[in-house]
């Protein structure tokens, strides 16, 4: 089966940087993605890795290690904005599956003034 | 912009009704699915589909079953809602294309309460 592992919450200050681990298990790892949603919204997405690498997107980066089945987001300059929920998903390509995204449980990311 | 619209935001049904739950999306996508929120859980998926007609089942299908007769509408019945049903339901949808299906859009979600 698949499992994904993320922090369930982070906090951290205006200007800080924060950095939201993944750690998953899957048979057919094709991709990890990140999504942010802020509460009542819908999710959005944010960045996908296929390969090993940091893939960056304005002040959000994330990174992708496919041997040691870990990625991460990294927020710079955090905003208060940045509040919400960061979920990490993982892309498994056997057979019936193909396509589909498994989620994580989510991180919740707390910006203090 | 890519829109994926869900009909209700918020629903209140009885137990043992029957719920229909409509999604639609206008990018032409060829990909739907509907996954289920729940604090503490994530996201998780019901069922999706590739194509008209076409559907399979994700981790969480007893219970539910959907509809696909056009390519931009995809459906989520509950044939007979129970409390443990209550739950957010986002719809989203994205191309099958290798290195375009990646990326899920999102409906606003469904919040769904079975009293």
């Known amino acids: 089966g698949q499992s994904l592992e993320q922090p369930s919450e982070v906090t951290a200050v205006e200007g800080a940087i924060v950095q939201i681990n993944c750690t998953y298990q899957?048979?057919?790892?094709?991709?990890l993605s990140w999504y942010q949603q802020h509460d009542g919204g819908a999710p959005t997405f944010l960045s996908y890795n296929g390969l090993d690498g940091l893939e960056e997107t304005g002040r959000f980066s994330s990174f992708l290690s496919r041997s040691d089945s870990y990625g991460y987001l990294l927020l710079q300059e955090l905003q208060m904005k940045d509040s919400a929920s960061y979920f990490c998903?993982?892309?498994?390509?056997?057979?019936?599956?193909?396509?589909?995204?498994?989620f994580g449980r989510g991180t919740q990311l707390t910006v203090w003034p | 912009d890519v829109k994926v619209t869900q009909s209700s935001r918020y629903l209140v049904k009885r137990t043992g009704e029957k719920v229909f739950l409509e999604c639609v999306q206008d990018?032409?996508?060829?990909?739907m699915f509907w996954y289920r929120q729940d604090p503490g859980l994530g996201l998780r998926l019901i069922y999706f589909s590739y194509d008209v007609k076409m559907k399979e089942k994700g981790d969480i299908p007893e219970g539910y079953s959907v509809s696909r007769e056009k390519k931009e509408r995809f459906s989520l019945i509950l044939e007979s809602a129970s409390t443990n049903q209550t739950s957010m339901y986002l719809c989203?949808?994205?191309?099958?294309?290798?290195?375009?299906?990646?990326?899920?859009?999102f409906g606003s979600g469904t919040q769904l309460s079975v009293l």
């Open positions: 998903a993982v892309r498994d390509d056997r057979g019936s599956t193909l396509g589909r995204l498994y």
């Open positions: 989203a949808s994205s191309f099958r294309d290798r290195g375009k299906d990646e990326k899920l859009f």
């Open positions: 899957t048979s057919g790892f094709y991709g």
């Open positions: 990018m032409d996508h060829e990909n």
